[in-house]
């Protein structure tokens, strides 16, 4: 963790349409204040702001901001108010120029605005604001996510199949109810527990292996391509009826779900999680309530597996189902993941993020 120098000029991404469209009221309540305070203790610290509404994809918008002629040398730091989506956005936008190496070790940071548990408390923004005025940075890994047919994608929260990615895409309909939209989307899933078939395999430790073809972006060097079986020293899972399947880089899914309690910001892992069938709707609801504390690896529930990863690879055989990336639809089908640790990948994350996402 560093400090960086100051003056610091910041772009920042406010979406007004995230969560219940109070994201750029709670900016300019909050936010934006705090920082008019820091520039006059500050003397030079400079603050430069570009509003712009999020239409039904980001990258729309991202893709003036971060075309290949743009100067972002001229940044200190990109500045995100919204939900996971539009970090998301913003990370692979980076990824995707031809100067990505340089672009993406520009401090990444994240003030809460989406609709989820984490990102409806005004405490909370306003301790990550007075975070962001510190400027404090730290790094994070990123996971390079394989699909089908799509581009190579980066992550930086989760990728998720099954119970967790239904509750999460099919609450929509209840967003205007803020987080509790959450709560009413598991309360509904449990009421009808779906199982879902598959083959899962992972990567528990890293040989030494050649790389893959190059893209734009890091290499991976640890995934074989898509149509190939996994290497053999890939650990095939033989339970093939899921109830979910998460794999977290992070501690918190949300503020009050302590999901991954080992994971760190940079600790080079993936933390796979997976619910075999079986499970009873009461059973899984108790896990997740063990979850807000991150208690739920202590419950001996002999349906839930936890294990530690550098890649693995999902592959569906159910016909329909739902997966994300960072709560990101993406197309349903076979999907590969590998993490990047100390590589040009690794943002350089301001240290709100952080905090935010250890605040429960």
């Known amino acids: 963790m560093s400090q960086r120098s100051r003056p610091c000029r910041m772009m920042l991404l406010v979406n007004p349409q995230s969560g219940k469209g109070q994201a750029l009221t709670l900016y300019n309540n909050h936010v934006q204040r705090m920082l008019n305070e820091a520039a006059a203790l500050l003397l030079r610290f400079l603050l430069q702001e570009r509003q712009t509404c999020m239409s039904q994809h980001a990258l729309h918008i991202l893709s003036v901001c971060f075309a290949e ?14 939900g996971d989506g539009l970090l998301y956005e913003v990370i692979n936008g980076l990824l995707e120029r031809s100067d990505w190496e340089e672009a993406i070790r520009i401090p990444l940071g994240i003030l809460p605005g989406g609709s989820g548990p984490h990102t409806n408390h005004e405490e909370l923004l306003v301790s990550c604001g007075f975070l962001l005025c510190k400027g404090l940075v730290s790094h994070m890994d ?12 980066f992550s930086f929260l989760s990728l998720a199949w099954g119970f967790v990615a239904d509750v999460d895409i099919e609450s929509e309909k209840y967003r205007h109810f803020g987080a509790v939209r959450f709560t009413i989307g598991t309360l509904v899933r449990l009421a009808s527990l779906r199982v879902y078939k598959g083959r899962l395999a992972y990567l528990p430790s890293t040989p030494s292996r050649s790389a893959t073809k190059a893209l734009p972006g890091p290499t991976d060097s640890l995934l074989p391509p898509l149509d190939q079986p996994p290497p053999s020293d890939w650990v095939v899972v033989q339970e093939e009826d899921f109830v979910l399947v998460l794999a977290m880089y992070q501690s918190h899914l949300a503020e009050d779900l302590l999901a991954a309690p080992e994971a760190t910001l940079d600790d080079g892992v993936i933390h796979l999680f997976y619910v075999r069938a079986g499970i009873s709707p009461t059973a899984l609801l108790r896990l997740f309530l063990a979850m807000e504390r991150g208690a739920h690896l202590t419950t ?12 693995l690879r999902l592959e569906p055989y159910s016909s329909k189902g739902i997966i994300t990336v960072d709560g990101e639809v993406v197309e349903y089908g076979p999907v590969q993941a590998e993490v990047h640790r100390d590589s040009p990948a690794g943002v350089q994350l301001k240290e709100q993020q952080a905090h935010e996402k250890d605040s429960s």
């Open 69 to 82: 002629e743009a100067d972002l040398s001229q940044w200190d730091a990109l500045v995100i108010m919204s």
């Open 142 to 153: 990123l996971v390079s996510i394989h699909l089908s047919s799509s581009p190579r994608l």
């Open 300 to 311: 001996n529930c002999q349906h839930l597996v936890y294990t530690k990863v550098r890649a």
